[in-house]
């Protein structure tokens, strides 16, 4: 997800760039949308820029969909955030400890949208450099595994497919990655037990002097599993991921695939990191991939300039200065709906409820034209019917049409966003009249989020509704493993025993 920095700032800065100083704040600046296939891009960068960013992930997506099929590209949309250089980028940086985090790029997956955040190369030098836009794109390709892998296998994913290349009708990853080499000769490989224990809050993953080595044993051990010179270990790697979605802990799951103890291993990857053959990997496409790629371009409104600046900081958790360029959205142009939206969910992100639903409302009475708008207004108002205990009772029929008719807006201005189709499920439900209803869309829920644990929560309940307690024990099984959320565990066990109640096994 994170990308590690230390490395970009030795590049040459050019003498031709314009200082900060006499650059125009970036809010000022004319900001364009450039609309994909499957990527929504938006940027005060040069235009040439943006396009030659839009036709390589657009042939990485082709790529990719072609490799493992075209629902392995589909998601909520991806916004790409372009900045123009680092130094504008630098104050929209998730915070580490009160500063800009040490990033060069960030992803931020989400149920409504997919966030990647990045800067175009420095003004006149040739657009080569996609290793970070691939990286933060492979994590949204592997989303499917983000609940299960551990940290340093899905930045080592990343950076196999970081290297992406094509030629006709073949793709090529896992190239060698000089500054990882160099930075494993010069620091040197931590215990692959201490590589394993990392987190998202680690020093090792936040801090510039600990991030690289990360990075770079990240991509070593990755690429010596899928193409080192142990071809038990290729064959088995596979097993590693199948044994955690059965449960087994992270270093177990690995050592049993493996068929050996992480000392053994790590001796190994010591020795294939010496013997210095980095052997990339070819993948045979169906067909080229090189066609142009469509595209439309529209300047965006000041308004929009605001709101989408002040989205991006929401999401990095830069909450005031969000709140900021909402209210200025809002000021600038009281009559759109856009300032009023920011502001709603930046109350959401407080749990501020009544601000929320204050916002939210005005926001559609303005003409809103956001599924997520119309999903958190739903969900607010439902919230507010549940007692001290988070308990619901069945809705006045009023409210309850309110909200399913917000749902279904939601649902109509994104087909394959999930969580409303999960709520319109609870809805039904709770009011216990359109059981049908219920099952069809919270079905559509797990199907489009199946590693959702929430929505499993959700179709195992209807399911015990319905007395459908066979499928009810199949759907919680995955949320019963040692390596699930704890909470989710917890209530997966209680619900179990309710059905066991009812329908004791043999």
């Not at 040490?102 to 290793?131: C, H, K, W």
Request: with cysteine.
């Amino acid at each position: 997800m994170n990308r590690r920095l230390f490395w970009l700032l030795l590049l040459p800065l050019l003498a031709s760039r314009v200082s900060a100083a006499e650059a125009p704040p970036l809010e000022q600046r004319a900001w364009v949308e450039v609309r994909t296939a499957h990527f929504n891009i938006y940027s005060c960068g040069a235009l040439t820029d943006v396009y030659k960013l839009a036709g390589r992930l657009e042939q990485f997506c082709k790529a990719y969909a072609q490799l493992a099929g075209a629902p392995a590209v589909e998601s909520p949309p991806i916004v790409v955030l372009a900045f123009p250089d680092h130094e504008a980028l630098k104050p929209f940086l998730p915070l580490y400890h009160g500063k800009p985090s040490n990033l060069a790029a960030f992803f931020q997956r989400g149920a409504d949208e997919n966030l990647i955040v990045l800067s175009l190369p420095e003004p006149g030098t040739p657009y080569t450099d996609m290793e970070i836009i691939f990286h933060e794109y492979t994590h949204l390709l592997f989303r499917r595994n983000d609940q299960l892998w551990p940290l340093w296998l899905k930045e080592g994913m990343a950076e196999i497919y970081s290297t992406f290349a094509t030629a006709g009708q073949t793709a090529r990853i896992a190239l060698p990655i000089p500054y990882h080499l160099q930075t494993l000769q010069e620091h040197g490989l931590m215990p692959l037990a201490e590589l394993f224990s990392v987190q998202p809050n680690s020093p090792q993953y936040n801090e510039a002097e600990r991030q690289g080595v990360f990075y770079a044993e990240s991509w070593l051990l990755t690429h010596f599993l899928m193409t080192g010179n142990n071809g038990l270990y290729r064959v088995r790697f596979g097993q590693f991921t199948a044994r955690l979605r059965q449960g087994e802990l992270t270093v177990p799951a690995f050592t049993n695939a493996m068929g050996a103890p992480l000392p053994v291993i790590e001796t190994e990857l010591r020795r294939y990191l010496a013997r210095g053959v980095f052997a990339p990997i070819d993948l045979s496409l169906s067909s080229d991939i090189s066609s142009p790629v469509s595209l439309t371009t529209r300047a965006l409104t000041p308004v929009e300039i605001y709101f989408r600046l002040g989205d991006e900081l929401l999401r990095a958790k830069q909450t005031d200065a969000s709140a900021a360029h909402f209210n200025q959205a809002r000021a600038i142009a009281p009559a759109s709906p856009l300032g009023e939206e920011g502001l709603g969910l930046l109350a959401n992100e407080r749990h501020d409820r009544a601000d929320c639903l204050q916002h939210l409302r005005a926001a559609i009475a303005l003409g809103s034209r956001s599924y997520l708008v119309f999903y958190l207004c739903a969900l607010q108002e439902f919230k507010a019917t549940a007692d001290a205990d988070e308990r619901y009772t069945r809705l006045k029929k009023d409210l309850a049409a309110e909200i399913r008719g917000q749902l279904l807006q939601s649902m109509t201005l994104m087909p394959n966003f999930g969580p409303p189709q999960q709520l319109y499920g609870v809805l039904e439900m709770v009011q216990g009249e359109h059981l049908a209803d219920a099952g069809q869309h919270l079905e559509r829920a797990r199907q489009l989020e199946p590693e959702n644990p929430s929505y499993l929560m959700s179709l195992a309940q209807y399911q015990c509704l319905t007395k459908n307690f066979d499928a009810a024990r199949q759907t919680l099984e995955p949320l019963l493993h040692p390596n699930a959320d704890a909470q989710f565990r917890s209530d997966a066990e209680k619900l179990l025993k309710e059905i066991d109640r009812h329908q004791p096994l043999n």
